[in-house]
């Protein structure tokens, strides 16, 4: 039981951090701006249910993806970690490449579910979550997860007004770096394992 208490703490911090709902807080707070609370909770909902499609998605039918792409596992940890890696630095520094944000208020949802929440990176870390402790663990970590990334955003305003942005933006650099440093453990896992 200790086990796999540990193994869904494990799974669920790693997904918390590649989620990193707090980088989405000051995005997802300006997209909903003058909205109403009902709406920004259903603003909240959509961006968790996106996340949650594609994530569950992976997690249920990964191998049945790599086998019609006809990739494996390993290059999909390599491809990933490199993504991931960008990730990384693009929180840590604060640049976007290839991304705008420059988004209509309607789909605040759908643009923080992905691919803000769920990207490569989680889609990556999922994919290795199952690899490593089957389906049931990393399922319990998603919906943990995802509980707390809607409760985040459903009062993203609060905690933005809260903390104020420059403490947002330090939290987000700081997740960015440890992002960083997991995407080069996947690529060398991945190398590892091609070779």
């Known amino acids: 039981m200790a086990d796999v208490l540990s193994s869904v703490i494990y799974s669920f911090g790693a997904l918390f951090v590649i989620l990193d709902p707090l980088l989405s807080v000051p995005i ?17 909902m959509i961006a968790v249910a996106v996340a949650g499609f594609l994530m569950y998605l992976f997690l249920f039918f990964n191998f049945l993806i790599f086998d019609v792409l006809r990739i494996n596992l390993s290059s999909f940890q390599v491809a990933g970690g490199v993504l991931l890696f960008i990730l990384g ?9 290839g991304k705008s944000r420059e988004h209509s208020n309607t789909a605040a949802g759908v643009v923080i579910g992905t691919p803000l929440l769920c990207g490569p990176g ?3 870390t999922v994919l290795l979550l199952s690899k490593d402790y089957g389906i049931l663990i990393p399922a319990i970590a998603i919906g943990l997860s ?13 905690i933005q007004k809260t903390l104020g942005e420059c403490v947002t933006d330090i939290m987000a650099k700081v997740l960015g770096m440890l992002v960083a440093a997991i995407a080069i453990k996947i690529i060398a896992d991945g190398i590892v394992a091609l070779i």
């Open 122 to 124: 989680a889609i990556t």
């Open 89 to 97: 630095m693009q929180m840590s520094l604060g640049i976007d490449i």
């Open 146 to 158: 995802l509980l707390v990334t809607w409760v985040i955003l459903k009062y993203s305003a609060y």
């Open 28 to 44: 997802f707070a300006a997209m909903t701006k003058g909205q109403s609370p009902m709406e920004i909770n259903k603003q909240a």
